[in-house]
């Protein structure tokens, strides 16, 4: 089976699970996530975790906020094992892309797609934008 | 061939362009609108909603019929949406291959009663679901893929 474990500084791991369930509902029910508050150390959860997957032959893909900040890096020793991937960035398109994929295991240059994909949802749009571009066809 | 014909206000939005078309597998979203076609303001923002390796086609309903009709969508794996139930009602009247419709959303207002979460219809358009159900066309409510079918016939 393919865990997700959406990570993050308080509760934006909370808010992105809400949100992502009214687009793709039921799916977003195999998602766990953590929040880290003030004055706790994402330490324990990472301890917690190591336990559960050291026993575990389950995937795990764990999506975190913010590259480098400490939820990222200390849950980023769990590249350790092989059923581990870790992500940072965390988006909307990123985790709707993740939850969508059907594959129960996704290769390096799926995660590449993902990210990609995660980057192409950034952009800007002002007055200029209008477009009056040639319209797709058949 | 068409996998979907989907009635929503919104159009294509989230739900639509993420969840629908990857569990209807989609290759092709058309965009079946009178309005659309001639508001570039609205057509701009439905091709921000394009997702990525999906070909999206915004046509009048007029046209959106005679391209169906044609042949030349045969090839794509369609997904087809539309504002409202009368919309839908004139595709699945004037295009024989369109066997189901999807019920997504439809707004409130002072004339329609809900039906569903996100469904609400008028009078007009009850009448409009029956008579697509006498006609032995499915007609189902769901927001999301996931989300079990619910036969509108059963909440009219």
């Given at each position: 089976m393919k865990k997700v474990i959406l990570?993050?500084?308080?509760?934006l791991s909370k808010g992105?699970?809400?949100s992502v369930s009214m687009i793709v509902g039921d799916l977003a029910k195999q998602v766990e996530t953590y929040s880290l508050y003030p004055g706790e150390t994402p330490n324990d959860y990472y301890e917690k975790l190591k336990l559960e997957i050291s026993t575990s032959t389950d995937t795990y893909v764990i999506v975190c906020d913010v590259k480098g900040g400490s939820v990222h890096t200390t849950?980023?020793?769990l590249m350790e094992f092989e059923n581990v991937?870790?992500?940072?960035g965390m988006n909307m398109s990123m985790?709707?892309?993740l939850l969508l994929n059907q594959k129960e295991k996704l290769e390096t240059s799926d995660y590449l797609d993902l990210i990609q994909n995660a980057k192409n949802g950034m952009s800007v749009v002002s007055k200029d934008s209008i477009e009056v571009r040639e319209d797709e066809e058949f | 061939m068409i996998q979907l014909l989907r009635v929503d206000h919104r159009l294509l939005h989230g739900q639509v362009a993420f969840s629908w078309t990857s569990a209807v597998s989609a290759d092709?979203?058309?965009v079946a609108n009178d309005d659309v076609v001639v508001n570039d303001l609205r057509k701009t923002t439905i091709k921000l909603a394009q997702p990525s390796g999906v070909k999206l086609v915004m046509k009048s309903m007029k046209d959106a019929v005679e391209a169906i009709n044609s042949g030349v969508t045969d090839k794509y794996k369609l997904l087809v949406v539309v504002e409202s139930i009368k919309d839908a009602k004139m595709l699945v009247d004037q295009c024989p291959s369109v066997k189901s419709v999807n019920l997504g959303g439809t707004k409130a207002t002072k004339e329609t009663r809900q039906i569903s979460k996100a469904m609400n219809v008028s009078t007009d358009e009850e009448n409009m679901i029956k008579e697509m159900?006498?006609?032995?066309v499915e007609v189902e409510i769901r927001m999301v893929p996931t989300d079990k079918k619910v036969k509108a016939e059963s909440v009219l």
């Open positions: 990570a993050s500084h308080g509760d992105m699970l809400h849950l980023s020793k991937t870790i992500l940072s985790v709707l892309d | 092709c979203i058309l159900v006498d006609k032995g």
